[in-house]
């Protein structure tokens, strides 16, 4: 077997497994780091450099970083990462002076993004400081996209919105305002240089079964009737309200319900629940304010009297899986719900009748444009797609990631360049030693739990739809969820030549993750000789070189370490040091290989 | 030194042995002592023998004198008894400690300078009266605590960090040991714990005094180029003249449990051909013997020098001192001989812990008394 190649920066990257998950791949730790120290700025704008929107993912995001959290290997609950992204914005100065300005000489080349929702403003925020001119058209009167009609402000404030979109729009983005594109082909008319595709998926699905259409105006499509409420063209709704479908979409359209008037809400899903879409906290908050979640009832019609909707039949289904883990359910009897509304959050389409099929975009079966999936470029080659608008819906901090490489793509493609030629990731190592046992870092390990977020009251909540729920983290709850972080950035750094095989590192390491071990063929031959054998395989192995005095080799299961650095301060010859990775992400523009590390 | 405890958490999925006991509960305080120190890796290997064997931690005593070696009873078992006595006292309180009650496992920690220099009268008669211990030098060739001056261990010709030469001869506690009548001695380094833990459970299990000296490089003092006592010097000069694998009386499938990867698990059905009558065999064709120790379990010896017999002193002491000649580091299991009496059956002491003896049995009346006075008349 070869040593671990940890040149490559997908090592230690993928050691940090907050980053590692993040689409966008936000430094986590160094964030939170900042958010100790109380650079509540500079911890802004470290997550901004990646994520671009972090007072709004600070309160919406999906969180991947959340259930691939080291901290909840350990004892069970990650670290409440997405929540401190919100203590970042919300505590943050005035960072305006620190933002990119788009310079005043402009490069000529003229950029067209549909839709001005996170997609499209990531790649206005990445080309308006390269001297692109942008030009967005957006089909509202405000920019945001789904972030500010489809998320009720109950969640997500317009003032956090505004702030975010804001930065961008304000270096220079061209924005027109209730500009519908109906055609694509007008667009490319227009001479831009390139297209960038944003538009989401604004098509609510339909629930086709009898009844669906006897009493039209109380059923709705989940996603238009955020949109409706958001406008306040809907303001009120019926006492008793069904949701169908259990995704975000749907709690927030159950948690909406109850602010314009219902009393008695119910989320109806066709599965159990560890097979709803939403978010587990989602569902704890909806089920917080009383809403009512039915598993295992598939919709069967919708009973209409004298043209009036007063209930929906469900098949009440048990489930089997079977041993290849295929699912198939019986019908084990019927059942009628009585109700006033129903509101269908059952997923979302991409629709493009706007883009003629003669501008050299090829379409797939599915009436969805052929996208390359790592450079967002159409079969025309000035057309690129990005967010729910590529390849069906998804989140923001996807759509942010898209942005980012659709970016990239552009720029390379206004230069004449190659767009699969991409700049590489490259990455920071470097030493934390500050002198003996003291680190750059706080090494030492906070056994708090994870801090609960504190909700307003349920009473104050109904009176107004834009009564935020959650109230951000206390400054007591910071300081202990902050040093909750394992700081997984923090490498453990091998240098197999000046090993003299004492021991120490393996005796005092807490979770016994090293080994010393003789050299074996293969990985899974070497992980049967782990200190404790790894369950866990997601997670690396790491071995060194020979060592010089017996010729075995170093082994470090990577699973649970806590980066505490004993192996580093209990090592006599500095063969284990702690060093700061820092993963430099190619940005469009400038290969990024010469700038300053993060600050630890 | 360590700027910060060891993390309360393990690793979810550490093993638990027949007390329902992680390794971690055998731990103790943070170790105070220098970076890499051979000292701490014996620490781990007493941590990881005693879990293995499932002592219960209040049943054993951790018996020290002074030096950076005798700091280390802190460093584990820290829910057992301890004692950090006087420089070089160790053995006659742990003698009195075994004494006053006999199911203790007492667990004595000494160094080369504590044990062979104002100690070596108190370890003689400790290894004479064959006190029921484990009795552990840790032995790196200098004084650690007062900045490496030569100790009584360190071999002609081993230089000093500043380049000194030793010019007297060492003490070598293993011949020591066998010439004094030791009943279980073993050599082994702190850099080998797949040597050393099997030693030392054999060691517990064993009835009287088990010596073992155990090369722990001082890291700061003494392993540099020109010492004999190094990291690098004893993994050059190690041979291992004896195996030795440790069976304790167990079902064999508990065995299989508890043994995390010390070598115990793979040899525990091998081994009940020879064991059985409490004797030490010679295998036919083989140089594997098998001991049956006191506590019913059995030791496996596989003599790896040709013709070293581990039961015979005077041919363990010849091949030692050859070895010692030839610059070269016996290691192993190196002598153990089961049919000797300790301390317990020469003075016929109490089987009772005397803090559990009652009035009566200590003052048995003036009718006792008399009986005892006539043999004297």
């Known amino acids: 077997m070869d040593p671990t190649d940890v040149s490559d920066p997908r090592y230690y990257h993928k050691v940090v497994d907050c980053q590692w998950a993040c689409p966008a791949h936000t430094n986590v730790p160094a964030y939170i780091r900042l958010i100790a120290q109380g650079r509540y700025s500079e911890s802004y704008l470290l997550n901004r450099a990646s994520n671009v929107f972090p007072g709004v993912l600070g309160r919406t995001c999906d969180r991947p970083c959340e259930p691939a959290c080291r901290r909840g290997r350990i004892d069970e609950k990650p670290v409440a990462i997405c929540r401190l992204k919100r203590v970042a914005a919300d505590l943050r100065d005035d960072i305006e002076p620190f933002l990119p300005k788009a310079p005043e000489q402009k490069n000529g080349k003229r950029i067209a993004l549909i839709g001005a929702g996170p997609a499209s403003l990531t790649v206005a925020n990445d080309l308006l400081p390269l001297g692109y001119e942008v030009t967005i058209f957006e089909k509202n009167q405000k920019p945001g996209g789904l972030m500010r009609i489809n998320i009720p402000s109950f969640r997500l404030p317009a003032k956090v919105l505004d702030d975010e979109c804001g930065y961008i729009i304000n270096m220079g983005a061209e924005m027109r305002y209730g500009a519908t594109v109906t055609s694509l082909a007008a667009v490319l008319d227009e001479g831009f240089d390139a297209v960038f595709v944003g538009s989401g998926a604004p098509k609510g699905k339909d629930l086709d079964i009898p009844g669906r259409h006897d009493d039209p105006a109380h059923v709705h499509i989940g996603i238009d009737w955020l949109a409706n409420v958001h406008f306040e063209h809907i303001t009120k709704i019926e006492p008793r309200v069904i949701i169908i479908g259990v995704g975000n979409t749907a709690m927030d359209c159950c948690r909406s319900a109850k602010r314009l008037g219902a009393t008695d809400v119910k989320v109806v899903a066709r599965r159990g629940r560890r097979h709803f879409k939403a978010s587990p906290w989602e569902l704890e908050d909806a089920e917080e304010e009383l809403v009512e979640i039915i598993e295992n009832h598939a919709p069967k019609r919708m009973v209409v009297e004298n043209g009036t909707l007063v209930g929906m039949e469900f098949d009440v289904l048990e489930w089997r899986e079977d041993a290849s883990g295929k699912q198939t359910s019986t019908v084990l009897r019927t059942e009628t719900i009585p109700c006033d509304a129903v509101i269908l959050a059952i997923g979302q389409d991409n629709a493009f009748p706007w883009i003629e099929r003669d501008l050299g975009i090829e379409f797939n079966k599915w009436e969805m444009p052929v996208v390359d999936s790592e450079t967002h470029q159409s079969s025309n080659p000035k057309v690129f797609f990005g967010g729910d608008a590529a390849w069906g819906p998804k989140n923001i901090i996807w759509a942010v990631a898209h942005g980012h490489a659709a970016a990239i793509s552009i720029d390379l493609f206004c230069q004449g360049e190659d767009v699969t030629k991409r700049p590489p990731e490259g990455m920071n190592l470097l030493s934390v030693k500050n002198g003996l046992h003291s680190w750059a870092y706080d090494n030492g390990f906070d056994a708090s739990g994870r801090q609960v977020m504190r909700h307003e009251e349920l009473t104050k909540r109904f009176r107004d739809l834009k009564v935020e729920v959650e109230l951000g983290f206390s400054a007591e709850q910071v300081a202990t969820e902050v040093s909750r972080c394992l700081n997984c950035d923090i490498q453990t750094h091998f240098n197999a030549p000046k090993c003299i095989e004492c021991d120490a590192c393996i005796d005092v390491c807490p979770t016994a993750c090293l080994t010393i071990t003789k050299a074996q063929p293969s990985e899974s031959e070497l992980r049967t000789h782990l200190t404790v054998p790894a369950v866990n395989l997601d997670q690396d192995i790491y071995h060194s070189a020979a060592l010089p005095q017996t010729e075995r080799v170093m082994v470090k299961d990577e699973d649970v370490c806590l980066h505490c650095g004993l192996c580093a301060e209990r090592c006599p010859t500095a063969a284990w040091d702690m060093q700061l990775f820092d993963l430099l992400q190619p940005k469009a523009g400038a290969t990024c290989h010469d700038e300053v590390p993060a600050t630890v | ?377």
């Open chain 2, 1 to 377: 030194m360590t700027s910060i405890a060891k993390p309360v958490v393990a690793h979810p999925r550490l093993k638990t042995n027949a007390l329902g006991l992680t390794l971690r509960d055998y731990e103790g305080g943070m170790s105070t002592l220098c970076a890499g120190c051979g000292h701490d890796s014996v620490t781990a290997a007493i941590v990881q023998a005693t879990w293995e064997l499932a002592i219960e931690p209040h049943r054993a005593a951790k018996m020290s004198g002074i030096g950076c070696s005798s700091k280390t009873t802190a460093y584990f078992l820290k829910q057992s008894h301890g004692f950090n006595s006087v420089h070089g006292r160790m053995p006659s309180v742990a003698s009195g400690a075994a004494a006053a009650n006999r199911s203790l496992s007492v667990i004595g920690i000494s160094g080369d300078g504590d044990s062979l220099s104002i100690g070596l009268g108190q370890l003689s008669h400790a290894i004479r009266r064959n006190v029921n211990m484990l009795y552990i030098i840790e032995n790196n060739g200098v004084y650690g605590l007062t900045k490496g001056q030569f100790s009584a261990s360190a071999d002609i010709g081993s230089k000093l960090k500043k380049g000194e030469v030793n010019e007297q001869p060492p003490i070598d506690p293993v011949l020591l040991a066998l010439s004094v009548g030791a009943t279980f001695v073993g050599r082994s380094f702190s850099g080998d714990k797949q040597q050393l833990v099997p030693i030392i459970k054999a060691a517990i299990s064993h009835r009287g005094l088990a010596l073992i000296d155990v090369i722990s490089p001082c890291v700061t003092f003494n392993n540099h180029e020109g010492s004999t006592k190094s990291y690098k010097y004893t993994r050059d000069h190690d041979v291992e003249a004896v195996e030795a694998d440790y069976i304790p009386v167990c079902e064999p499938i508990e065995i299989t449990g508890l043994t995390g990867g010390s070598g115990a698990a793979g040899n525990g059905h091998a081994g009940n051909g020879h064991a059985g009558n409490g004797q030490a065999h010679t295998a036919e064709a083989s140089s594997l013997r098998v001991v049956q120790l006191h506590d019913g379990g059995t030791v496996r010896l596989r003599s790896t020098e040709p013709g070293y017999d581990p039961t015979d002193r005077a041919s363990a002491y010849q091949h030692i001192s050859a070895c010692q000649r030839r610059g070269e580091i016996a290691t192993g299991l190196l002598f153990v001989d089961e049919s000797s009496r300790s301390m317990h059956d020469v003075l016929k002491t109490t089987s009772t812990p005397l803090v559990d003896l009652t009035h009566d049995d200590l003052c048995p009346g003036t009718a006792a008394l008399d009986k005892l006075m006539t043999r004297f008349r």
